[in-house]
């Protein structure tokens, strides 16, 4: 299949379902920025099987390009990159209430960027989620979705505290630990033998890296995991990577 064909087939579709009409670019690189932007603000409606198979065939193109990243051994584990290119049980979603995704086009949060490597099926199974519960998230809580094109099998989102401050209170320091706690009760409860943990809350949600990281690790070593034999806790910034670092050296 050729791949630019591919993707002009992709964002016809796209920009169809989004009643959006703009001049496709010629580069593959550029192409691909526009079908992300395209998925970033479609509605979660029932799509197309020839775009579904054409978006899942370029998504895998892509996560190929990338590389998939494995995680040797059991126990604890910090790893620094992507989170999208780990090939474990689940990883783990900082969401938002709504739990549908970033909407804003090409955005570097992770919401955005799990949802875009994933594929548009993964905010329709969020939506569907979400009428059928008839509210929104509350913080602490997670639910769990395919992973879709992901090399991870599922995705746990959870809904951390937002801090506009950057001073967390003594209840939204508990939050942050119910969100940890709530995605290892579900990936116990799915029998999952390994989870990626992103930095919850910390980044566009303003809670304190540090911090942020010591309730992280306190509360996972505190949970006792039946099935759950491998935790990533998965970084991208230097600075977070030098925090979970150190902390995960004490005893």
Aim: proline share 4%.
């Amino acid at each position: 299949m050729d791949r630019l064909e591919n993707l002009n087939n992709i964002i016809q579709y796209l920009m169809a379902d989004n009643h959006i009409s703009c001049q496709i670019p010629l580069s593959l690189e550029e192409r691909q920025r526009l079908m992300r932007a395209l998925m970033n603000v479609r509605q979660p409606l029932p799509a197309n099987a020839e775009l579904l198979k054409a978006q899942d065939w370029e998504l895998q193109q892509q996560a190929a390009d990338k590389g998939t990243v494995t995680i040797e051994g059991e126990g604890l584990k910090l790893w620094q990159g992507d989170i999208t290119r780990l090939k474990v049980d689940a990883i783990v979603n900082a969401a938002n209430a709504q739990m549908l995704g970033c909407w804003s086009p090409l955005h570097a949060c992770i919401d955005n960027c799990i949802h875009s490597a994933a594929g548009i099926q993964l905010r329709q199974e969020c939506y569907q989620l979400m009428q059928a519960q008839g509210h929104d998230e509350e913080t602490g809580k997670a639910k769990i979705t395919q992973g879709y094109n992901l090399p991870a099998r599922y995705v746990i989102h959870t809904v951390g505290p937002i801090i506009p401050d950057g001073i967390p209170t003594p209840e939204q320091e508990e939050q942050l630990a119910s969100c940890y706690r709530s995605c290892l009760d579900i990936a116990e409860q799915h029998q999952l033998r390994s989870i990626a943990f992103c930095c919850i809350s910390t980044g566009v949600f303003h809670f304190p890296n540090q911090r942020a990281a010591e309730i992280a690790i306190r509360t996972v070593r505190e949970h006792t995991c039946q099935s759950l034999k491998t935790i990533v806790f998965n970084v991208f910034l230097d600075k977070d990577y030098d925090i979970y670092r150190r902390l995960l050296q004490q005893a």
